[in-house]
Nanobody
């Protein structure tokens, strides 16, 4: 069982930056593919970024490429999302997710591919 706890959300002005963290407990993360998703009010939850268990492979939704960076520190059992050049449309609850994939070297985009989820952290970008 993996427990995930997100932190780092908050209120920021457009153009600003935030770094989200996702701390894991219960298992070492080095065998887990990880991802960030977000859900804006009235919208479905969407993929933001994903990273392979080793951290060697990562991917993003097109609208976030070049602005967001996913990274992980397996020694600290923590996943990160650096968000720069934030826009009002980035306002959402951000969730981290994990899936046990010890033999994988890729990331995953679909929600159904993740078994473990955090409770989310609110990010609000003001214009």
């Amino acid at each position: 069982q993996v427990q995930l706890v997100e932190s780092g959300g908050g209120l920021v002005q457009a153009g600003g930056s935030l770094r989200l963290s996702c701390a894991a407990s219960g298992r070492t993360l080095s065998s887990y593919a990880m991802g960030w998703f977000r859900q804006a009010p009235g919208k479905e939850r969407e993929f933001v970024a994903g990273v392979s268990p080793s951290g060697d492979s990562a991917g993003y939704t097109d609208s976030m490429k070049g602005r967001f960076t996913i990274s992980r520190d397996n020694a600290k059992n923590t996943l990160y999302l650096q968000m720069n050049s934030l826009r009002p449309e980035d306002t959402a609850v951000y969730y981290c997710a994990a899936e046990f994939r010890p033999y994988s070297d890729t990331f995953y985009r679909r929600q159904l591919e993740y078994h473990y989820w955090g409770q989310g952290t609110q990010v609000t970008v003001s214009s």
